[in-house]
Structure formats: C-alpha cells, structure tokens
C-alpha cells in the first residue's frame, strides 16, 4: 500500500496568513494525487486533482503542486471558512489511500 | 447536478452483517469511465476507502476488508450497494458514497454521509 503522509497534523494560523501543507507518499504517484476539505459533521470537499488542477466553484487562492513523492497544498490568504481538515488522498494505485488529515485552526 | 445520499441501518449488533445503498442522480454508471466508490471515517479519525464500482463492473475493494465486502450496483434504481459481514464495534463510522467521474481521478462528489454504530 502506498503510504501519504501529511505534515504539520495541526497548524494554528491567522486570517490572511498563508499557509502550506505537505503530504508525502511512501512511493511515486506520478500526478494522481487529489486534496479535499471536510468541516466537522460534513462530507469531504473536493478541492484540487490531478495534482495542481482546481475543482470547479473553488476559490482560486488554493492551489497545489508537487508530482511523484512531494506535493502540496497552498492557500494563499486564509479566509474564516477556510478552517477545517485537509486531506491529500492519492489515486495511483489500489488500494486508495488517504493521509492522515492537517487539522487548521484560528490562532 | 450531481447528488448521492446513503441510507441503511444507524444501529447493528456485532457479528451482524451491514448493508448500505448508496442512491444517486445527475448521472449514470453505465456511463464510461464512471465509478462510485465507499469511504468510512471513524470518529475523530481519518478516511478510509472501502470500495469501488466501475461502469464496466470492475469492482475494487480494500485488501485489509476485502473478504468481508461486496459491493454491487442496480443500474435500474441508480443504486449502489455495499454489504460488509462480521461487524465490529471498530466497525462504527460515518460510511460515504461518492461519485468519482473516471479511473484515475477524484471522487468529485459525495454523499452527506450516514453514521453506523456497531453495539450490542
């Protein structure tokens, strides 16, 4: 199984700031790599796939990069409703893996 | 647009067998490359991909529960169930159903989720 693991698991930031969150695979994934946002007691949100492609309706302050091992997601200026859980989730190879989730919170 | 929604039992006794139907619209899974796919999460944890359906009926699970997991599809109803044997109170999650528009790519769209509770 490929693993993903993200860093940091939690991060603390402020309105405006901008923030980075990097999920490693334990093995090349080439671009398969997608991010979602869940807020508490909802469904995940799809966000970027492919990588580095923006999901339709989705603001353009987030992006991703990174292809084989090393990918991340950027969102430039935080909004309120951008504090949530973010999780990379790779679509390589079966079985389908997700990393463990960043947690970001309002300092 | 896009919508799914999953529906089955909120309470099932350890051993029990878990059924789910995941019920969709906006699309059809006889359309090629179209798949949908179960997700779990665990409270407070992360996801965790269960299986897959395709258009073309190739079906994928995870190798950790693949002998206690079948998932089918009812093309007639826009339905795609998932049934998982032997429950466990580890079982309990929140089980999601979503759309994932072709092999190789995101699951797009989801379904709000239903939570399960494994207890006696």
């Known amino acids: 199984d490929i693993q993903l693991t993200q860093s940091p698991s939690f991060l603390s930031a402020s309105v405006g700031d901008r923030v980075t969150i990097t999920c490693r695979a334990s093995?090349?994934?080439?671009?398969?790599l997608a991010w979602y946002q869940q807020k508490p007691g909802k469904a995940p949100k799809l966000l970027i796939y492919?990588?580095?492609t923006l999901e339709g309706g989705v603001p353009s302050r987030f992006s991703g990069s990174g292809s084989g091992t090393e990918f991340t997601l950027t969102i430039s200026s935080l909004q309120p409703e951008d504090f949530a859980t973010y999780y990379c989730?790779?679509?390589?190879?079966?079985?389908?893996?997700f990393g463990q989730g960043t947690r970001l919170e309002i300092k | 647009q896009i919508t799914l929604k999953e529906s089955g039992p909120t309470l099932v006794k350890p051993t029990q067998t878990l059924t789910l139907t995941c019920t969709f619209s906006?699309?059809?899974?006889?359309?090629?490359?179209?798949?949908v796919g179960w997700i779990r999460q665990p409270p407070g944890e992360a996801l965790e991909w269960l299986a897959l359906?395709?258009?073309?009926?190739?079906?994928r699970y995870s190798p950790s529960l693949k002998s206690r997991l079948t998932i089918t599809e009812d093309t007639s109803k826009s339905q795609v169930v998932l049934t998982m044997t032997d429950m466990d109170p580890v079982d309990t999650a929140t089980y999601y159903c979503?759309?994932?528009?072709?092999?190789?790519?995101?699951?797009?769209?989801w379904g709000p989720g239903t939570l399960v509770t494994v207890s006696s």
């Open positions: 359906i395709y258009w073309d009926d190739d079906k």
């Open positions: 979503a759309h994932k528009r072709l092999r190789g790519g995101p699951m797009d769209s």
């Open positions: 093995q090349g994934i080439s671009s398969y």
């Open positions: 492919a990588a580095s």
């Open positions: 906006g699309f059809s899974l006889s359309t090629s490359g179209v798949g």
């Open positions: 989730q790779q679509l390589d190879s079966y079985p389908i893996t």
